[in-house]
């Protein structure tokens, strides 16, 4: 468009395609617009999904230290070496989890990354349909544009035919006026 605009004089016309032109930066333009706007919903639910990884992923290896501990408690007995034996009750830390405690905790998780997981697919869907919408648009628009250049590159030409064709005839006019004379 901007090599159109350049003409001077009679050279500068506003046919077609330069509408389509017009039409094909618009399409992008708006195009860039969306994908954009779509790419922010993608980091955001990227990020969130991202966090709920982690805390699942931290969870998951806490139980594995839990579980471990558990796995060496069992095996000590009475003998085992620096094991002393405490006789009475022991106080309860507040560092503890309950059961109860423990579990919620999972279920959060596991719900947190279920919601996660159900918000990011309708996302998935509207990204899928916007990219086969944009790119359906674009090539229309792609197609548009090349046609209406296809036609003016052919009326281009039939007037560059009619105007040779003329010019020789006019020539030849002339010749014969020059003979005669």
Known sequence: IV???????????H?????????EVQTIEGAQSLLM??????????????????????????KGTALEID???????????????????APLNPGNVTNDEWNEFCR?????????????????????????QVIDDLWRQYHITNDAFKLRIEDTRRAK???ESEHYEVSQWIYSYKKII
């Open 108 to 132: 959060k998780n596991i719900d947190r990354a279920a919601k996660e997981i159900n918000n990011a697919r309708p996302l998935r869907a509207y990204i899928n349909t916007l990219l086969k």
């Open 3 to 13: 090599v159109r605009e350049g003409r001077i004089g009679i050279d500068m016309c």
């Open 15 to 23: 046919d077609d395609v330069e509408k389509e032109l017009v039409k």
């Open 71 to 89: 796995r060496q408690c069992e095996a000590l007995q009475e003998t085992s070496l620096n094991l002393s034996m405490y006789h009475g009750n």
């Open 161 to 163: 035919d009619k105007l």
């Open 37 to 62: 706007r779509a790419l922010e919903q993608t980091k955001e639910q990227t990020r969130l999904l991202r966090s709920t990884k982690y805390f699942l992923d931290r969870d998951h290896q806490n």
